[in-house]
């Protein structure tokens, strides 16, 4: 079946830009995980929903980080007043209950 | 807060040989899974483990959980080509937090 997808794959922004990506989990799945992964890095966690119930949002670096899962299904990252460390690739995953189902991330420039 | 520290960082083996990366929590964990990313790529979940001192195994690769739930090791034994990537614990306590890493080169 279809695994966790995440668009746009490639995004360049101008630093002060404001961006949004966005995940679709695999259908079905409750729990639904953001990371941030800079290069040579492991996923830092960033944010956490169940179902549309955002439970844990300690990893966002900053307030121009906000993510919601209105329906509980589909969400959205967005990123205000972009920065040049902004830069990483953002890592969206869904679990059933407990392994994580990664997609293939979107890879954010700042310029 | 939760912290879960890996080593060794970066490990490069000649093919044949065995590899081992160690993972350490600050905290007691509910359980600890392990994760293996090639270059590129995304991590790819390989396995979970939730009792005290639990130990599974696939194939080559052996995975076990400290008796006080707050280490973990992955050891391969015989290493290939195909082991080559980046593995990560990640530790459940109330959300999902990953280690830095091991990368795992292997020399033909």
């Known amino acids: 079946g279809a695994g966790v997808s995440q668009s746009p794959r490639y995004k360049v922004a101008k630093r002060g830009q404001d961006v949004a990506l966005r995940c679709d989990p695999i259908s079905g799945h409750v729990s639904l995980f953001w990371y941030q992964q800079a290069l040579g890095q492991g996923p830092e966690f960033l944010t956490y929903f169940q179902n549309e119930a955002q439970l844990d949002k300690s990893g966002l670096p900053s307030d121009r980080f906000f993510a919601e899962r209105p329906e509980g299904s589909v969400s959205t990252l967005k990123i205000q007043r972009t920065q040049q460390e902004d830069s990483a690739v953002y890592l969206c995953?869904?679990?059933?209950?407990?392994?994580?189902?990664f997609g293939p991330g979107t890879r954010l420039t700042v310029l | 807060g939760q912290q879960v520290m890996q080593i060794p960082q970066y490990q490069h083996v000649q093919e044949g040989e065995d590899f081992t990366t160690y993972c350490n929590s600050s905290?007691?964990?509910?359980?600890i899974q392990w994760y293996k990313q090639r270059p590129g790529g995304h991590p790819v979940f390989l396995i979970q483990?939730?009792?005290?001192?639990e130990v599974k195994k696939q194939k080559r690769l052996t995975f076990q959980f400290g008796e006080a739930k707050k280490n973990s090791s992955l050891h391969i034994t015989a290493t290939q080509t195909t082991d080559v990537g980046t593995y990560f614990c990640?530790?459940?306590?109330?959300?999902?937090?990953f280690g830095a890493g091991t990368r795992l080169t292997v020399k033909p």
């Open positions: 483990l939730v009792k005290s001192g």
């Open positions: 990640a530790g459940l306590n109330n959300d999902m937090r």
């Open positions: 905290t007691t964990l509910s359980n």
């Open positions: 995953a869904s679990s059933p209950w407990d392994a994580l189902y």
